[in-house]
C-alpha cells in the first residue's frame, strides 16, 4: 500500500501490518526496512513469518498507526507468526496503558 511520511512530503509503497479489520476499515502500522533498533520497534526477519516472505529483514514500527479504506490495500505479502504479532501488540498495549511510548 502507499505509506505517507509523517511530514506528508511523499508517499512510498511499503508492508503494514493490519491490526484491524472493521467494516471498510483497516488499522495498520508500519513496517520499515531501515533498522533501528529502537526500544519501541519489532525486529522482523524471516522468523517472524508465520506465511509469505519480505525482501529484507525490516522493523514493524507499532506506534506508526494509521486507518485507511481497505480498498487501498494492493496485497497480501504474508502472515506474522503468533510470537511477533503479541510483541507488536503487547507494545500497543503498554504504551495505551502508560499514555506514553517509553524510550527511543
Known amino acids: 500500500m502507499s505509506f505517507p511520511f509523517t511530514d506528508l512530503s511523499a508517499v512510498k509503497r511499503r508492508p503494514a501490518v493490519v491490526l484491524v479489520v472493521d467494516g ?47 480498498a487501498l490495500v494492493n496485497s497480501v505479502v504474508g502472515r506474522l507468526s503468533e510470537e511477533t504479532l503479541e510483541r507488536v501488540v503487547g507494545l500497543l498495549v503498554t504504551a495505551l496503558r502508560s499514555g506514553h511510548s517509553g524510550s527511543r
Open 24 to 70: 471498510e476499515d483497516v488499522v495498520l502500522c508500519g513496517v520499515t526496512s531501515k533498522l533501528s533498533r529502537r526500544s519501541d520497534a519489532v525486529s522482523l526477519e524471516q522468523r517472524g513469518m508465520a506465511e509469505g516472505r519480505l525482501p529484507k529483514p525490516s522493523e514493524i514500527r507499532p506506534f506508526k498507526v494509521f486507518t485507511i479504506h481497505r
